[in-house]
């Protein structure tokens, strides 16, 4: 299994692996560890490079399976046994931290308000969408939304990671912020990110270490997704 750096150390940039397999028919190869998170729950995986001596192999996609995590490279592909250096994109993947705290913390500001679960969600780079059962929304509510999500991420909350046991986990349903759990049931760690005092939830992307750090947010849109769901867009300022 690769060590996935990323889901303790998000402020890692870069790191050196060893390759520990290759696919020429796909154009890919597997690390030993890695700081590239390989998407999940709405948030897309990093880009970046493997640099090799004077090479630099481009990242174009990263994705994990039961082995690992595997990196999609654009040129060739080093042999199996090659220590790399990992870089990846951090001005992209500093965006998506920020995106994906800012809508942690939307999470948060609804459920205290409408006690209503996600139903559906994704992001890019300083742009997200959350879609929520929200049967008595009403258009007046945009704006002291919005005020209120951007006072939670001023006062600085911290954000902790934790993992979990998975049975101790499945004992607080209060971890599952969305309609249906998307556990997967071979899953025997579950890793928990809290907005202490906003919101807890399993999730394995990647987050700031503050709200300070997301900076000021806008709710850009709100749309009706049929009877009772409603799609909140926001976007980083």
Known sequence: MTERRYAT?????????????????????????????????????????LVLGEDRLEVVRVAEDARGVWHWLDGGLPAVGTTVRGEVDWDRRYRLMRTHTAMHALCGVVWERFASPVTGGNMEPGVGRLDFELP?????????????????????????????????????PSLIRTKVSLLPAALTEVRVVDIVGLDRQADGGTHVASTAEVGVVRIAKVESKGRGFRRIRLALS
Do not use: S
């Open 9 to 49: 150390d998000q402020y890692a940039r870069h790191l050196d692996a060893r390759i520990v397999d290759v696919d020429p028919d796909d154009g890919r190869v597997l690390l030993d560890r890695t700081v590239f998170y390989p998407g999940g729950g709405g948030q897309p995986p990093d880009t970046g490079a």
């Open 136 to 172: 008595d929304w009403d258009p007046e509510d945009k704006a002291p939304l919005e005020a209120e999500l951007n006072a939670q991420l001023a006062a600085a909350r911290p954000v902790e990671i934790a993992f979990l046991p998975r049975e101790e986990a499945d004992r607080d």
